[in-house]
């Protein structure tokens, strides 16, 4: 599965972005896919994720009512809607996807297939 994600750029505080993901190269609806974001000297934190069917979604508490992660099957893609931007939002995102029975998974080891990493910056 090759992932490419895109979207990513400069913003101020309070503001919003969006990134998107394509992925190819195996069923996608069979891919329970994600987001993750690396800041600057830390380790790579959970964002959120989407089942393959799009009917459950799970975030981290730091994000959780300010992004919002969705899914078209038909196109491939995910995308993840960043609203209310904080600094601290500041990272490099990767899409991430896996194959699994459960819905959610939030250890960045338990997934198989990452994408390229978009880098968002949040001037405060």
């Known amino acids: 599965v090759q992932l490419q994600a895109s979207g990513g750029g400069l913003v101020q505080t309070g503001g919003s972005l969006r990134l998107s993901c394509t992925a190819s190269?195996?069923?996608?609806?069979?891919?329970?896919m994600g987001w993750f974001r690396q800041a600057p000297g830390k380790g790579r934190e959970f964002v959120g994720c989407i089942s393959g069917s799009g009917a459950t979604n799970y975030y981290n508490d730091s994000v959780k009512a300010r992004f919002t992660i969705s899914r078209d099957n038909t196109k491939n893609t995910i995308d993840l809607q960043m609203n209310s931007l904080k600094p601290e939002d500041t990272a490099v995102y990767y899409c991430?996807?896996?194959?699994?029975?459960?819905?959610?998974?939030?250890?960045?080891?338990?997934?198989?297939?990452w994408g390229q990493g978009t880098q968002v910056t949040v001037s405060s």
């Open positions: 190269g195996r069923t996608f609806n069979t891919l329970i």
């Open positions: 991430v996807g896996k194959i699994g029975i459960r819905a959610i998974y939030t250890r960045s080891g338990q997934y198989n297939y």
